[in-house]
């Protein structure tokens, strides 16, 4: 089996609409695919209406957070959608996305850049708002190459030249409302220290011990002594292990499928869940 745990569709900021995901999915020869919006289950029902067969899908949302003035990104998988506490807390998220970066752009002005909030609208389409909305806008202006290329301190990194902060879910409060709501807790890309500052492995021992099921290890973001000492560190507090691609479409170089998690820790997180369960494809529309 080949099951990616982690991907984004135009609810949030991919490239591919919901149904165009699972359909690339089937086609790039995955088993299961995990759809993962930022703070968003929107592309949900529209995934689940184009399901091939043969391609199972894991309904879940990556939930933005912040320890310590540190963001960092939870992925919550098969909780329920409608759990009021855990609805709420993501709509908290998302109504302060825009402000967010309508204040990004005001600061990319200031510091001489031509991109507009209009701009940033039109990328982003239907979408729930984000930096790579911004980063998009970057690049169509000529001011970077890449999307990768904003996330620096020039840029839209934390703590970056044109970087506004927005609500963010405690990491411990996260893990208790997914868990309210029947879901699976990994923490995203955990040590991808190219992105800014990242949690000390002390934090990740607390949220453990707070109920975290596992890390996402197998990552573009990490190189290969980071992923061994990542494997370590989930031994020793007994976390599952993940590996997925992070898949952004066309904003983002790497492939679906490009890594990949072990059938047997697919199978002990929906045998963990129990705010939803798997969808099996049945040939979509």
């Given amino acids: 089996m080949r099951i990616d745990l982690h991907c984004h569709s135009t609810a949030s900021d991919g490239t591919d609409s919901p149904a165009e995901l699972v359909r ?44 310590d003035g540190v963001s960092l990104h939870m992925l919550a998988y098969l909780f329920d959608p409608e759990e009021p506490d855990l609805l709420a807390e993501r709509e908290l998220v998302r109504d302060d996305r825009v402000p967010r ?12 850049v031509p991109v507009t909030w209009e701009q940033v609208r ?38 970056g030249r044109a970087f506004v902060e927005k609500h963010e879910t405690d990491p411990f409060t996260a893990i208790r409302l997914v868990k309210q709501a029947g879901g699976v807790c990994v923490f995203a890309h955990p040590a991808a220290a190219k992105r800014g500052r990242t949690v000390p492995e002390q934090a990740i021992a607390e949220m453990a011990a707070a109920g975290l099921d596992g890390i996402e290890v197998d990552h573009m973001d990490h190189d ?15 976390l599952l292990v993940t590996g997925s691609s992070d898949y952004h479409g066309s ?35």
Avoid at 102 to 111: P, R, S, T
Avoid at 259 to 275: L, N, Q
């Fill in 24 to 67: 690339n999915a089937a086609a790039a020869g995955l088993d299961v695919v995990a759809l993962t919006d930022h703070d968003s289950t929107r592309g949900h029902a529209q995934a689940v209406a184009a399901l091939p067969e043969g391609l199972t899908l894991v309904t879940g949302a990556e939930l933005s957070c912040r320890l």
């Fill in 101 to 112: 970066a309508q204040g990004m752009v005001a600061k990319l002005n200031e510091l001489g």
């Fill in 122 to 159: 039109r990328i982003a389409g239907d979408g729930s708002v984000g930096r790579p909305h911004v980063a998009s806008a970057l690049v169509e202006a000529g001011v970077v190459p890449t999307v990768n290329d904003a996330f620096t301190q020039e840029w839209l990194a934390d703590g």
């Fill in 224 to 238: 290969a002594e980071t992923r061994l000492r990542l494997r370590g560190l989930a031994a020793d507090l007994g």
């Fill in 251 to 285: 904003r983002k170089t790497v492939a679906l499928g490009e890594y990949t998690t072990d059938p047997e820790v697919y199978g002990e997180i929906t045998r963990r869940a129990t705010g939803a369960f798997p969808v099996p494809g049945t040939g979509g529309r």
